[in-house]
């Protein structure tokens, strides 16, 4: 009886699937499909970071607040001033339903019943076998995607001050006075400005010399202009030091130029990135190699066990849900399509989007990688603040930036920053799929007058250029 106890607590599957979020799910569909039996592991909450706790919830605040800043706006459009008052509570309770409509959705797709999900923790025991609570499970392949959390830093005194992360704050109902924001990412300033337009005095700490500091230099410096348009307080190149409070709030000390300063606020968001998930995986007892806290995947998502694969924020290639997603389902084509050429990911279309206002898109190669890569290329931008139609809009900030080989025209890459970017940015990804050049660009038919046109100006002034 014992023996057959024993057995009864083993089962195999084609693929096992650990964590249900955007790439998880991805991968699950994509073997599913293949004809695999396709297990997956998801101690839940069931739904995804996208869903809980990323994309989703945070759209649906930034929407209310990209409302209210227009409201403050009327008269410049010739409307009778309207107050808008923030009720931060009811932001939160539309916030929440539509993440329960979102998450119903996803839940629906992991009960699928061409799927076992398994609620528990996963735990390797070894490379060809998890820990599901009671249940053992072993597997052909594994896939990870197990996506992340907030990153955790050893500033001397946050802790005792206390403050919210990027997870925790989306559940604030009561709206602070002051908000210090430690981080000049794309969840800082997204964060930072919802805040600041319900009025929130916003101050942003940036270690970087610009913000968002992985792109180009004029990409931070127009959004950080923007900002500062609005009222938030910038500070860049800053060494966080220590954070202390008292009954007048918590005060946050750095170096900048070269000095102490301090800086007061009510409230406190860390948001200085975060890290992948993998606590309590035992990826040891896996072999399965860790670098620097993230899983070393190679170009066809597989670990240093060939048989492992490791997808989306867990191997912190690219945490961006598009990609985790193509990420997922490269992994499960390579798990179930042994006997042939592995897929491989081709980050030449990389994308990213930030939902500021203005917004930032960025696509492909930017200026700092040409450079340090010794690639040549040729640039051009043009303003919005001369575009006609963001001049009716009254969204003049910001700029179209392309990337062009220096002989062919081929379009290399792009960065917009400004009205509806990440809308903008999807006809250049079309066009860079097709390897198009900004010849091309120039011979597509644009409506005038639309927010589109813009990305024919540099274009243009490239083409003028080509083989000089």
């Known amino acids: 009886m014992k023996s057959q106890s024993l057995a009864a607590i083993r089962k ?10 955007s790439a998880g799910y991805a991968a699950a569909r994509t073997a599913r499909d ?25 759209k649906a605040i930034l ?10 706006r009327a008269k410049e459009f010739g409307l009778s001033p309207v107050s808008a008052h923030a009720d931060l509570s009811a932001i939160v309770d539309r916030k929440d339903r539509l993440v329960r409509e979102f998450a119903e959705y996803r839940i629906q797709q992991l ?8 609620q528990s923790q996963a735990v ?15 597997a052909g392949s594994f896939i990870i995607a197990t996506g992340s959390r907030p990153s955790e830093f050893p500033i001397p005194g946050l802790a005792q001050a206390g403050y919210f992360t990027s997870d925790t704050i989306l559940d604030l109902r009561t709206q602070p006075g002051s908000l210090i924001v430690l981080g000049g990412g794309a969840v800082a300033l997204e964060i930072g400005q919802f805040f600041a ?47 202390t409070r008292n009954t007048t709030g918590k005060t946050v000390w750095v170096v900048t130029d070269g000095r102490e300063r301090s800086y007061v606020g009510q409230e406190i968001l860390q948001a200085l990135g975060r890290q992948p998930n993998i606590e309590g995986l035992r990826l040891d007892l896996a072999d399965v190699t860790v670098d620097g806290g993230r899983i070393v995947v190679d170009g066809a998502m597989r670990t240093s066990q060939p048989h492992i694969y490791a ?25 179930t399509h042994a006997d042939r050429p592995a897929k491989r990911i081709d980050h030449r279309l990389d994308a990213e989007v930030v939902f500021t206002d203005p917004q930032v898109a960025v696509l492909g190669l930017n200026e700092v990688r040409a450079q340090a890569g010794k690639i040549s290329y040729l640039t051009a931008s043009y303003p919005f603040a001369d575009h006609g139609k963001a001049l009716c809009l009254g969204a003049t900030q910001g700029f179209a930036k392309l990337l062009a080989a220096p002989q062919t025209g081929e379009i290399l890459g792009a960065q917009i920053v400004g009205p509806e970017a990440g809308e903008l940015i999807h006809e250049l990804i079309a066009v860079m799929y097709y390897r198009g050049t900004a010849a091309d660009l120039l011979r597509m038919p644009h409506y005038h007058p639309t927010l589109a046109e813009i990305v ?13």
């Open 124 to 138: 390797f025991r070894s490379p060809h076998k998890i820990a599901v609570g009671d249940t053992i499970l072993s």
């Open 456 to 468: 024919t100006y540099p274009a243009e002034s490239i083409v003028e250029r080509l083989g000089t």
């Open 63 to 72: 929407r209310s607040a990209e409302v209210a800043a227009l409201f403050r």
């Open 12 to 21: 195999a599957h084609d693929v096992v699937i650990i964590g249900g979020g």
């Open 34 to 58: 293949a004809g695999a039996d396709v297990a997956i592991v998801d101690q839940g909450p069931l739904g995804g970071l996208c869903i809980l706790r990323g994309c989703m919830p945070t």
């Open 311 to 335: 997808v989306g924020d867990v191997n912190d290639l690219m945490p961006i849900v598009h990609l985790a997603i193509q990420q997922g389902e490269v992994a499960a084509y390579n798990a």
């Open 111 to 118: 009960r699928d019943p061409r799927l076992t999900l398994y």
């Open 197 to 243: 337009r319900l009025g929130t005095k916003v101050t942003i700490l940036q270690r970087g010399s610009t913000l968002l500091s992985e792109m180009d230099e004029d990409v931070g410096r127009a959004l950080e202009a923007a900002l500062i348009d609005e009222g938030i307080e910038v500070v860049t190149g800053t060494q966080l030091l220590r954070v």
